[in-house]
């Protein structure tokens, strides 16, 4: 048995974290949600039909590059699992594709969501296109404002995107209302969470879904090196794609796991969103983790320049990872990742999400330490969404 097959427990714990907690008109939904999961993921058609979309629709395998041009410039050894290729450009669709099947399965009606940088509402909205289900994105409207194209890109999939205009405006917030809007409605629709967060199953089943970027990645790496990396590279929001290439490599001990978090402006509480490095014990948004905190106990307010990144909480199993000893947390600021972002735009050809960026920034410091060891960084998407961002910072073309 490996470390997979006993986490989490059957209660939805990893160690002490994750867990269930749910209003009680919700209980029993989650429990349909599970055992709807537990039911499919064993079937046969269900996984036939995930691995053909997967191939045909989004264009998996991703490939693994060596990024030889960053390499030579940092003197160590770099790989990029390249999500940015998956079909809408990050690795989201992953797991939308796969909650929306089971949505379906489940015979709902609508998707409801909450989006960050958008990248989410964009790969949910396009599963929801793909399926012939209703799509509901809850969104803040600072992020509205900051994303454009992943605004508009949703509404031409046909999502309805709900402006979110309480508190800062940005994910928590996102994720209340859209969790509000579930609520209401908890029969004929199911909320498709994001990332390797929420109440148990969503931790679980979002890392099963991720898991065929570790699968790959492992099989790329091998047959390029004959060897597995020295070192696994991820940024965490939630922790998503971190989960999907770290969860291959937990057995194998020699494989170190590091998970990178958005420093922001500075180490003082608002200023960043670094939950593992700085967070305490809490529960937020239905599950047990690590998360900031106010002197009060309230969910602390965050930033990152990355969206997609700014979350107080953060997946329970990375917190029980992080517990355990096997997984390091890193941190990169956005100085050091608006840095990376241009970096490896100029030296490989490749524009990555401003979140990707906190994780090439880390892996590029890691080579620079350890250049005798591999490398492999999850590149979790690309940067097209944010240029407008990126010309408001700049200024270029002006
Ligand atoms: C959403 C997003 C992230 C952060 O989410 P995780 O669940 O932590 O992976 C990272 N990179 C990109 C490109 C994203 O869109």
Do not use: W
Request: hydrophobic share 35%; with cysteine; glycine share 10%.
């Amino acid at each position: 048995m490996g470390y997979l097959d006993n986490h989490p427990d059957e209660n939805g714990y990893f160690g002490k974290f994750g867990g269930a907690y749910l209003p009680p008109e919700l209980e029993n939904e989650f429990k349909k949600i599970k055992q709807a999961y537990l039911n499919i993921r064993n079937n046969h058609e269900y996984i036939n039909e995930l691995r053909r979309i997967r191939k045909h629709y989004q264009g998996r395998p991703t490939p693994v590059y060596y990024a030889k041009n960053l390499s030579a410039m940092t003197g160590g050894n770099i790989y990029l699992k390249r999500e940015d290729l998956n079909h809408t450009g990050a690795h989201k669709l992953n797991h939308c594709m796969a909650e929306v099947l089971l949505a379906k399965h489940m015979g709902k009606q609508k998707v409801i969501a909450e989006t960050g940088a958008g990248q989410h509402g964009v790969a949910l909205a396009t599963a929801a296109a793909y399926f012939g289900l209703e799509c509901e994105i809850h969104m803040g409207e600072v992020d509205i404002a900051k994303e454009k194209p992943n605004v508009i890109r949703m509404k031409i999939l046909g999502a309805n995107v709900v402006p979110v205009s309480f508190g800062a405006k940005t994910l928590k917030e996102a994720v209340d209302s859209a969790f509000e809007s579930y609520l209401s409605d908890p029969e004929s629709s199911i909320y498709a969470i994001g990332s390797v967060v929420g109440p148990d199953p969503f931790p679980q089943m979002v890392r099963d879904f991720q898991s065929i970027v570790g699968i790959e990645s492992k099989e790329q790496f091998f047959e390029m090196t004959g060897n597995q990396p020295d070192n696994v590279v991820a940024c965490v929001g939630g922790g998503s794609n971190a989960l999907g290439i770290f969860s291959a490599f937990i057995d194998d001990e020699n494989v170190a796991l590091h998970a990178v978090e958005p420093m922001g402006k500075g180490t003082k509480l608002g200023e960043h969103a670094a939950s593992l490095t700085y967070g305490s014990e809490g529960v937020l948004h239905g599950f047990n983790s690590i998360m900031l905190k106010t002197e009060q106990g309230e969910p602390a307010p965050v930033y990152s320049v990355a969206s997609g990144l700014d979350y107080p909480s953060v997946g329970p199993e990375h917190a029980h990872l992080k517990d355990i000893g096997r997984l390091t947390a890193g941190t990169a600021d956005d100085a050091q990742s608006m840095e990376a972002f241009f970096t490896l735009s100029r030296k490989e050809g490749i524009i990555p999400a401003l979140e990707s960026a906190h994780a090439v920034a880390y892996a590029m410091e890691l080579a620079k330490q350890r250049p005798h060891e591999s490398i492999l960084v999850n590149l979790s998407g690309r940067g097209d969404k944010d240029i407008d961002f990126v010309t408001e910072k700049y200024g270029f073309g002006e």
